[in-house]
Every structure is written in C-alpha cells, then in structure tokens.
C-alpha cells in the first residue's frame, strides 16, 4: 500500500509523459490542510509546554518529552 493513496488516486498521466502529475486545485488543497495540522500541532505543543511547567511529576515530564521530540 501506499503512504501517499489520495495523490495517487488524484494523479494522471498527461499526454507523452512517463510521469504523473496531480492538479494544482488538489495540491492546493494537501497544502491547506498540512498548514492547518501543523498549525494545531504547534498549538498543542505550545499547550503541552504549559501544563508542564506546572506539573513537577517526572514521568509526566518524560512522557511529554518522548512524545513532542521522538
């Protein structure tokens, strides 16, 4: 299976060429919401980063940790 199955469901082969190519209105669209994920990421983290400066229980500390950098 592929780790890209939306582009490749969207791709087409143009006329006289070996590769395939997706149309801008859809990469447009990957575009939009891989701004919106990673714009809910950082506010998640930015939220994580504040909870934990008000927790001292480490594990809680190393689960954060683990989860924001691996």
Not at 38 to 56: A, C, F, P
Request: aromatic share 8%.
């Amino acid at each position: 299976m592929s780790d890209t199955p939306r582009t490749d469901a969207e791709a087409f082969l143009p006329h006289d060429s070996k590769y395939r190519v997706c149309d801008a209105d859809f990469a447009r669209q990957l575009e939009r919401e891989l701004n919106a994920a990673n714009d809910r990421i950082k506010r998640l983290e930015e939220v994580g980063d504040e909870l934990l400066r008000d927790n001292e229980d480490m594990a809680n500390i190393n689960r954060w940790h683990k989860a924001k950098y691996e």
